[in-house]
């Protein structure tokens, strides 16, 4: 029977999962998580490997005479030398969609938040600061009414129209970026325009962009500086799409009213990364993929990528 190790299995299933599915396919050993200076020992006679964000690398690649297909349990597979596994006749597949409600209803939640400020105004209760008020009415920061209100979606895949219908439930009118020319005619009132129009236009522009190099870097200064100053960004999509430095000024100088960022240019974020000490500025820690019904959908697929591998008609293969 074929040996299918799981290099970081905690990442996808930290026990409220069941990893039967694999094991009807291969003889299966799971790893909660594997150092660098593990990964070579633990996958030396793998045939099948499984991993989310542990990197397989060239130089690890060309080690493994045995392995014949690398699942990357995340959409993301920029964690595995696909160039060199492609050499080696290695098969690499990776998980396209299964988060995108989750990813669209954090990306709410953030922009919720920015209106609203639960979490400071649930603290502040909480230290008696209501009922040491001297009047009723307490809040720390105004509020902000959504309704009416325009948002940017600079990204429109499945994700980013999952959060057009959430926008459009809150009365929020719609303008999309227009690279690829999206299809909006499903969104009444929906405007596709130019990027510099879209985030001139917008009061919550909300990224949804993959990563290439088209799009890194992709809101600088000069970006920034054509959003409203009363604007939030949000970004659930990947950290390197913002020159962080750059958005940590815009809010510090106050340029731009806030932002909420899942997600950073180097994961975990570094200490004296500068967003960490941002003004105005809701950090996540790229948690909008995990609820249990998106890991649920992720680790079907992932056994659907396998199943089909080893029936020789492999799907979902990056190319």
Known sequence: MLKLVVLDGYALNPGDLSWHGFRQLAELIVYERTH???????????????????PLSAETIANLPRLKYIG?????YNVVDVKTAREHGITVTNVPNYGSHSVAQLAFALILELCHHVGLHNNAVREGKWSQNPDWCFWLKAQLELHGKILGIVG??????????????????????NHGNPDVSDL??????????????????SLHCPLTPLTQNLISWERLALMKPTAFLVNTSRGQLIVEQDLVE??????LAGAAVDVFSSEPPRPDNPLLSAK????????????KEARSRLME???QNLDAFLAGRPVNVVS
């Open 250 to 255: 815009a809010l510090n100088l106050g340029r």
């Open 280 to 291: 105005n500025c809701i950090i996540t820690p790229h948690m909008a993929w995990a609820t």
């Open 188 to 205: 009444h009132g929906a405007i596709v325009a130019p990027l510099e129009d879209v985030l001139r236009q917008a009061d919550v522009v």
């Open 36 to 54: 660098i200076d593990l990964i070579a020992e633990r996958t030396a006679d793998a045939d099948l490997v499984l991993t989310n964000k542990t």
């Open 156 to 177: 429109f895949g499945r994700i980013g129209r999952e959060v057009a219908k959430i926008a459009q439930a809150f009365g929020m009118g719609l303008v999309v970026a």
């Open 301 to 303: 697929i992932a056994v």
């Open 72 to 76: 990357v349990l995340a959409t993301g």
